[in-house]
């Protein structure tokens, strides 16, 4: 069973900027080999992808976040990350890890993020 730990989020005014890290206990081995995403659930909405990074490097964004947002991981510490700059009031939700290996998908608890006008 894998499991994630996000932390990072917190409270942060519009244009600032947070990390949000993601550790996941799997050995560097498997972590090369999973692909890992952001995801967020804002009151009312539905999840939605945030970012994608797959096992050769290759990511992807929402065009919501595209040029604000950059994911990245270290294999060394099995950790994921999402750079968040120039956050945005609707930038604000909860933010989920996720990983994906095999046909199976695994979660985080979330963190919340919220951005003040």
């Known amino acids: 069973q894998v499991q994630l730990v996000e932390s990072g989020g917190g409270l942060v005014q519009a244009g600032g900027s947070l990390r949000l890290s993601c550790v996941a206990s799997?050995?560097?081995?498997?972590?090369?080999?999973?692909?890992w995403g952001w995801y967020r659930q804002a009151p009312g909405k539905q999840r939605e992808v945030v970012a994608r990074?797959?096992?050769?490097?290759?990511?992807e964004y929402a065009d919501s976040v595209k040029g604000r947002f950059t994911i990245s991981r270290d294999s060394a510490k099995t950790t994921v990350y999402l750079q968040m700059n120039s956050l945005k009031p609707e930038d604000t939700a909860i933010y989920y890890c996720a990983a994906f290996a095999g046909g199976d998908d695994y979660w985080g608890q979330g963190t919340q993020v919220t951005v003040s006008s």
């Open positions: 799997v050995s560097r081995f498997s972590f090369n080999f999973m692909e």
């Open positions: 990074i797959r096992p050769g490097g290759t990511t």
